[in-house]
């Protein structure tokens, strides 16, 4: 299944790749740009939805290899489907490593590319999905206070409120009181509930 507003890039400088590929993208149905640079694809406004891209590895200007790190630097989501006629294993073991969904020779099977466009998008949405996640995870925890973000910190670790005070130099009660806060303002009913938020958010634990 698609994902929805998801969108299939593919750049190649060989006219011949673009529209060869971008007619089978196009017959099972994916939403397709094709680009003859990297240079084209990246002046090209960031997709707000899943997106793959599709990438052959040895192009003038910017490479595909190039390309991933760029993408990677810049904090990007698409994800990546590299096509070559000239890779090796320690190219294909790199382009994995960071992250590539697969790493196709030519010439290969229509079904083998649909199949990692298909693992791209799915990728891609879900990742797009965590992101949304953790934005929200974060937006709420900012509701909090220096002080009760603090206590917060210390709940996740499982520690009674009267070590907190001790931790803290301050009294149980007042703990207790900055705990409750916490929870309200987060609408949480349980510490489990709160370790899944901050977990979310990926707020680092104190030790």
Do not use: W, Y
């Amino acid at each position: 299944m698609i994902p929805t507003n998801s969108l299939v890039f593919l750049i190649d400088d060989d006219p011949s790749v673009r529209k060869g590929v971008s007619r089978l993208l196009r017959a099972a149905a994916f939403k397709t740009e094709a680009f003859a640079s990297a240079s084209d694809f990246l002046a090209r406004d960031q997709h707000t939805g899943p997106a793959c891209v599709i990438v052959d590895v040895r192009m003038p200007g910017i490479n595909g290899m190039h390309l991933q790190d760029l993408l990677l630097q810049q904090r990007r989501e698409e994800q990546l489907v590299f096509i070559t006629g000239h890779g090796n294993i320690s190219m294909c073991a790199q382009a994995m490593k960071a992250g590539a969904v697969d790493f196709l020779q030519k010439p290969f099977r229509d079904t083998e590319l649909l199949g990692c466009v298909e693992r791209a998008l799915v990728r891609s949405a879900q990742q797009r999905q965590r992101g949304l996640e953790k934005t929200e995870a974060r937006r709420l925890l900012d509701l909090l206070t220096p002080r009760e973000f603090e206590v917060m910190q210390l709940v996740v670790t499982g520690m009674l409120n009267k070590q907190i005070a001790a931790r803290l130099g301050t009294a149980e009660k007042t703990i207790k009181v900055h705990r409750g806060r916490v929870m309200k303002k987060l609408a949480l009913e349980s510490v489990a509930e709160l370790v899944r938020l901050v977990q979310t958010a990926r707020i680092a634990a104190v030790t």
